[in-house]
């Protein structure tokens, strides 16, 4: 089973600021990397597929970079409706055992 | 308006069987491959299942023999049968589409409980 490795655990940032979280992979996942935010109480949402593509209606201000086994989140000047958990998630290998990172927290420095 | 909608979640003990549905609107639940992912309560993503276009089904070691998806093409609903059910297997589970395996469209999630 690959392994997703998020970092850090929890990211304190000002409003206005930038964000980077990363995602490693226990071995190659080559690009297919995903990533998602969730809200408290609601489905996650997904941001990122292809690990840099943006999926419909997300904010310029999200991007995803990476390939392999390191993979990056960036947002590039939080806003108040950002501060939520982020997950990434590979879906490389088929038959799946997808497997997702366990999560970043983004909160209000 | 393209979305899914979860039923069939609820409190059951261990052993018992319960069994979610997956509602789809605005698009057609056979044209996609489809998956089901849970998250017990204050943990991270779990994926659980998904079945693709050709009825061929995959599930996570956790759930292998005791859980099964299917779908009714004439409902456009996806399901989830869940046998022998374990106090670990409580968690919200989300139905979502998975094109080339990343969930593009999440539903609103059901809750199961397994509690004696």
């Known amino acids: 089973e690959i392994v997703m490795t998020q970092s850090p655990a929890t990211l304190s940032v000002s409003p206005g600021e930038r964000a980077t979280l990363s995602c490693r992979a226990s071995?190659?996942?080559?690009?297919?990397v995903a990533w998602y935010q969730q809200k408290p109480g609601q489905a996650p949402r997904l941001l990122i597929y292809r690990a840099s593509t943006r999926a419909t209606g997300v904010p310029a201000r999200f991007s995803g970079s990476g390939s392999g086994t390191e993979f990056t989140l960036t947002i590039s000047s939080l806003r108040s409706e950002d501060f939520a958990l982020y997950y990434c998630?590979?879906?490389?290998?088929?038959?799946?055992?997808?497997?997702f990172g366990q999560g970043t927290k983004v909160e209000i420095k | 308006e393209v979305q899914l909608v979860e039923t069939g979640g609820g409190l059951t003990q261990p052993g018992r069987s319960l069994r979610l549905s997956c509602e789809a609107s605005?698009?057609?639940?056979?044209?996609?491959?489809m998956t089901w992912v849970r998250q017990a309560p204050g943990k991270g993503l779990e994926w659980v299942s998904v079945?693709?276009?050709?009825?061929?089904?995959d599930y996570a070691d956790s759930v292998k023999g005791r859980f099964t998806i299917s779908r009714d093409r004439s409902k456009n609903t996806l399901y989830l049968q869940m046998n022998s059910l374990r106090a670990e297997d409580t968690a919200v589970y989300y139905c979502?589409?998975?094109?080339?395996?990343?969930?593009?469209?999440w539903g609103k999630g059901t809750t199961v409980t397994v509690s004696s």
């Open positions: 979502a589409t998975c094109s080339e395996g990343y969930m593009g469209l």
């Open positions: 998630h590979h879906y490389d290998n088929w038959p799946p055992g997808w497997t």
């Open positions: 071995q190659s996942v080559s690009s297919s």
């Open positions: 605005g698009f057609t639940v056979s044209s996609n491959f």
């Open positions: 079945i693709h276009y050709g009825e061929s089904t």
